[in-house]
């Protein structure tokens, strides 16, 4: 995976450590800061990620090595503290909000079937109509919106994908401790 102008700075102060890592990556570029604070017991955590302009098409071509999409330029905001001695603690109080925002662009139905178990893929495969003879669907946007409170990231109604053939919009629950989760279309 190829990272431009990567920045890493990082404190270590009386029992706080602070990491603010940035790059450009796909077209885009990605930004954060996590705190660990040690201070308390147990540790508080937070974590703000800014992405900006990600292609999942670059991306995914990147990775594989061959193109499953073009495109999809992608926005993520994701704003999370917690509190924990351990990871499952950690994520069953997490509170805070996951926003992704996926722009135009084209997925190869190969890829959808190929990862069928996936939620949202299932979904689009079974919504979307689509000629045999079509390679790919056009994806005109989409946008997954996750409010998380005491370790559930719900979404109520905001996972919402318009293709040229259909809108979808759905919702579903997460529990981020045991990582069960249930849906709704």
């Known amino acids: 995976l190829t990272l431009d102008k990567v920045n ?4 270590l102060d009386d029992g706080k450590l602070t990491v603010e890592p940035a790059a450009r990556i796909a077209g885009g570029t990605v930004s954060a800061a996590i705190d660990i604070d040690a201070r308390t017991q147990p540790a508080k955590f937070s974590v703000d990620v800014d992405a900006k302009k990600v292609s999942i098409g670059a991306l995914t071509k990147e990775l594989r090595g061959y193109e499953t999409s073009k495109g999809l330029d992608t926005n993520l905001k994701m704003k999370l503290r917690g ?4 990871l499952r603690v950690l994520m069953g109080g997490l509170d805070g909000d996951i926003r992704l925002e996926i722009g135009e662009g084209f997925v190869s139905n190969d890829v959808l079937d190929r990862v069928g178990a996936d939620l949202l893929t299932q979904i689009i495969g079974v919504a979307v109509p689509s000629d045999e003879k ?4 056009t994806l005109n946007c989409g946008v997954v919106r996750f409010a998380v409170r005491k370790g559930d990231a719900v979404a109520d109604k905001t996972l919402v994908m318009e293709t040229e053939k259909v809108l979808l919009v759905g919702g579903g629950l997460i529990h981020l401790k045991t990582e069960d989760s249930s849906e709704e279309h």
């Open 8 to 11: 890493i700075a990082a404190r």
């Open 83 to 86: 509190q924990g001695d351990s």
């Open 134 to 137: 079509d390679k790919m669907t």
